[in-house]
């Protein structure tokens, strides 16, 4: 059952990106069925459907945070770039997580690349090594409220 | 304003191929390379023939990049990270 | 009077848009270290192509054009992060005395 | 549309200028991080150049490079700088 659910779920996603790969032409919608159908019964084969579901409101959620945060780190660095004085203190942080094994630990690690002041360089475990721009800032509870909204999305 | 765009192409084109000739740094060369890569794609899109451009950008910029990397790391191994900074070919 | 503020907007957006991209080229040039270059690139870069992304939205035909920019907004987002991360574990574990070349 | 052809000149200048990182160097890290500047700089360029040229094909190649930007940058790390074989342990298990 958890198996017909996740085939529909994923044919669905993979006809929205053929429709948009497509630009909306309706003369291969037909080819984009079959293979929509094909490639999501290929990827259950080898990505079978992961115990953690994430939830939509609360993707949602952590989508608009994460392009939030974006945007002020892409100002945080061309502030620091263009003012002459060049305020930088970098350094490591090792920061240990209380996510689950998989996918969201994986994802915490990469959104923290595109977040303010962070890049996360190893990730051994639940050992998260991050690389900082300005040690001087909070960086703890930067990575603590992004961890809040990804633990929110895999919850339940 | 379009004939800036061009003229910038081509002269860096030619700048990109003397630089991939010249550089001892097989490495940079490398790099180089699939600098040229995206440019000739570019010149292929202002050449209005998007279609060489998908080739260019996937085989040019993309394919041969990995081929020639792998080939460079075979010569060199061990020794790339260790060039003296600020030498010129 | 809409249709200009929009082209106002889309103009403005576009113009920021490139100046991200000029600070990631600066990036390139002041900071001290790979890794602090790695910072300004992917960040001020990802922003740079989201805006020149916002701004030609307006512009195009229909909704399945503008998914269709998004996407390629998504897979160079993702492109950018994984390969800052690579790139940053890689300079990590030379930086740790490991030479790379293996056991 | 002259703003678009503006924004594409400016693009491009930006992107030349990453060449002269590629050139100086000093470590093959630099190299190739000017070299993913070319890919998401590409990337903008060949966008705006699809809408000012009217070419939608120009978007797929847009989406090829930036494909293929990180398929460089993978072989980079595990070719040139060899870590895969020294740190493949337990990192990244399900990707």
């Known amino acids: 059952m958890a198996y017909a659910g996740s085939a529909a779920v994923r044919t669905a996603l993979l006809l929205v990106v053929w429709w948009a790969l497509t630009e909306g032409d309706p003369g291969a919608a037909g080819f984009g069925l079959g293979a929509a159908v094909l490639v999501a019964l290929v990827s259950l084969r080898f990505f079978p459907p992961a115990a953690p579901h994430p939830r939509l409101a609360a993707t949602l959620a952590f989508a608009g945070y994460f392009l939030l945060r974006s945007m002020v780190a892409g100002v945080d660095v061309a502030r620091r770039l263009l003012s002459p004085r060049l305020p930088l203190r970098p350094g490591y942080l090792t920061y240990t997580t209380a996510l689950a094994e998989g996918r969201p630990r994986w994802l915490l690690a990469n959104a923290l690349s595109l977040l303010p002041g962070t890049l996360s360089v190893t990730l051994r475990g639940d050992e998260l090594e991050l690389h900082c721009l300005d040690t001087s800032l909070p960086v703890h509870e930067d990575v603590a409220r992004a961890e809040h909204w990804i633990a929110r999305m895999f919850a339940g | ?89 | 009077m809409s249709d200009t503020l929009l082209l106002v907007l889309q103009a403005l957006l576009l113009v920021t848009g490139c100046l991200f991209f000029a600070v990631g080229t600066l990036g390139l040039f002041r900071l001290p270290d790979t890794l602090t270059r790695i910072h300004a690139l992917t960040k001020a870069d990802n922003l740079g192509l989201g805006l020149i992304v916002m701004g030609l939205l307006p512009a195009v035909a229909g909704p399945a054009t503008a998914a269709k920019i998004l996407l390629i907004w998504l897979v160079a987002l993702a492109a950018s992060a994984t390969a800052a991360h690579l790139v940053g574990r890689a300079l990590r574990a030379m930086e740790d005395g490991d030479d790379g070349s293996g056991p | 549309m002259t703003l678009l052809d503006a924004v594409a000149t400016i693009l491009l200048v930006l992107l030349l200028l990453g060449l002269v990182r590629i050139w100086r160097g000093p470590a093959p890290a630099d190299r190739m991080l000017a070299s993913q500047l070319f890919g998401t700089t590409g990337v903008a360029l060949l966008l705006v150049l699809a809408e000012s040229q009217g070419q939608p094909a120009l978007r797929d190649v847009a989406l090829v490079l930036a494909l293929l930007a990180v398929l460089a940058t993978v072989a980079f790390v595990t070719r040139v700088l060899r870590i895969a074989r020294a740190d493949s342990a337990g990192e990244h298990p399900d990707v």
């Open chain 2, 1 to 89: 304003m379009s004939w800036l765009l061009d003229g910038l192409l081509i002269v860096s084109l030619l700048v990109t191929a003397v630089a991939v000739l010249l550089s001892r740094d097989l490495f940079r060369a490398v790099v180089m390379f699939m600098a040229f890569g995206l440019l000739m794609a570019l010149a292929w899109v202002r050449l209005q023939a998007p279609d060489i451009a998908l080739a260019e950008a996937a085989i040019g910029a993309g394919l041969t990049g990995v081929l020639l990397l792998d080939a460079v790391s075979h010569f060199q191994r061990g020794r790339l990270r260790e060039q003296p900074p600020g030498e010129e070919g």
